[in-house]
Every structure is written in C-alpha cells, then in structure tokens.
C-alpha cells in the first residue's frame, strides 16, 4: 500500500495523559500536513512541513501540541496533558511540492478520545 | 484569508434524482478549488479539483463542479444519485502560495432515499 498510512486509528485516554501519533507520508512526498476534525465539522489546518522543517503553525496549536518530522520522512504528533477538547479526529495529509496545485493525499485519521 | 461556506449540512435524494451540493468560497487571489469525500470512520477522498484550466471540472463517479467566479461559487452535482454517494462531502479552497494548506467548509452529509 502506497498511501498515507495513520498509527495508531484510535486512541482512549483519561484527561491529563499524554499521546502521541504516527503519521507515514507516500514515499517520494516532501510536504506533510496535520488536520484536526472535531465531530460534524470539517478539518481545520494544524501544521505544515517541507521536508523536516516545519514552516507554519496554526494558532490552534497550543502549547501542549508539537509536531515533528525528524528525517522528513514520517512525522509525529504530540499531545501533552490532554483534554476533553482534544477529543477529534487527526488526520494527516501529504503531497509533492512544485505541483501545480499540491494536491494532498490523506490518510485514515486517528480519532482521539479523551475520557 | 480564504473561507469556504457550505449551504446546507444535510441534503437528501431520493435514488437516481440530482445532486446539488452548494460551495461559495472568499479569497484575496485566484484560488484552487477542491471537493473531497468522505465514508465513515475514513479520511478523505479527493472527488475533483479546479486549478484554473477549464471551468467546467469533471472528477471520479460522475460528480462535476462548476468554477463560476462572478458567483465566487464551486457547485458539486452529479446527475443520477446512487445509493454508494451517501457520505459527507467537503468543499476546500487553497491558495497558490508556499504553503498551499487547505481551507475547509463545515461539510453537507449527503443522504440517499432508495
């Protein structure tokens, strides 16, 4: 399989844990982007990278959020003392920069739940 | 900044009538437009995409959309529903900048009546 790949697709945690989750980008893809979609709304940007850089945040992403993508290849998504509020759906997007349109490619999502 | 706006969060068909799906976007420059899909418990799925060629786009399983900017609108119709088309549907609009992230509307759930 040569999409987007989401580890773990659920995760149940108690309020204050933290969690991480993997996201593995189609191979020759050199941008890596993380959505987050809270139940009946559409997904809102997080963050970007190109290669391992990461270029912009959104200003969602708290203090308790950070994201890396060490060998800009696989990247990571941490959430630290979670929230009730935490609970949605990550998904994580990738594409190919210099496209015309930089079509992005999604994976299955992990659904966070914070109990 | 961009933003896309959705009229209506539930549509529903009966089996093998039209699809409408409403999508008006704002944006500062010319923008990229998209439609995407998605089953439940599953990412999304791209249906179509507008990236300033013809107006008129066709994408997967017969859906279309029209690029009018006088109306700063990108419809999504499809001629005959079928039962398979029941999910949610997003419009989303990037623009051609370094970034390119997506920009995404609340979504129409799209129900099918056999």
């Known amino acids: 399989d040569t999409g987007v790949s989401q580890n773990p697709r659920h995760k149940i945690t108690k309020r204050g844990q933290n969690v991480t989750f993997r996201c593995d980008p189609i191979?020759?893809?050199?941008?890596l982007y993380w959505y987050r979609q809270t139940l009946g709304q559409g997904p809102e940007f997080l963050t970007y990278?190109?290669?391992?850089?990461?270029?912009?945040k959104s200003r969602l992403l708290s203090d308790r959020f950070s994201a890396e993508r060490p060998k800009g290849s696989f990247s990571t998504l941490e959430i630290q003392r979670t929230e009730q509020g935490d609970s949605a759906m990550y998904l994580c997007?990738?594409?190919?920069?210099?496209?015309?349109?930089?079509?992005?490619?999604f994976g299955p999502g992990t659904r966070l739940t914070v109990l | 900044a961009q933003s896309v706006t959705q009229l209506g969060s539930h549509v529903s068909v009966s089996e093998g009538a039209l699809v409408l799906l409403r999508c008006n976007y704002s944006?500062?420059?010319?923008?990229?437009l998209f439609w995407y899909v998605q089953y439940p418990n599953q990412g999304l799925q791209l249906l179509l995409k507008?990236?300033?060629?013809?107006?008129l786009v066709k994408g997967i399983n017969d859906f279309e959309a029209e690029f009018k900017k006088s109306e700063t609108s990108f419809h999504l119709t499809k001629p005959s529903a079928h039962m398979s088309d029941a999910a949610e549907y997003f419009c989303?609009?990037?623009?051609?900048?370094?970034?390119?992230?997506?920009?995404f509307g609340g979504g129409t759930r799209l129900m099918v009546k056999p």
């Open positions: 997007a990738s594409s190919l920069s210099g496209s015309s349109y930089n079509e992005q490619f």
């Open positions: 191979s020759e893809h050199n941008r």
């Open positions: 990278f190109q290669n391992e850089a990461q270029l912009e």
């Open positions: 944006s500062s420059v010319p923008p990229y």
């Open positions: 507008y990236t300033s060629a013809a107006t």
């Open positions: 989303a609009v990037s623009l051609n900048n370094a970034g390119n992230m997506l920009t």
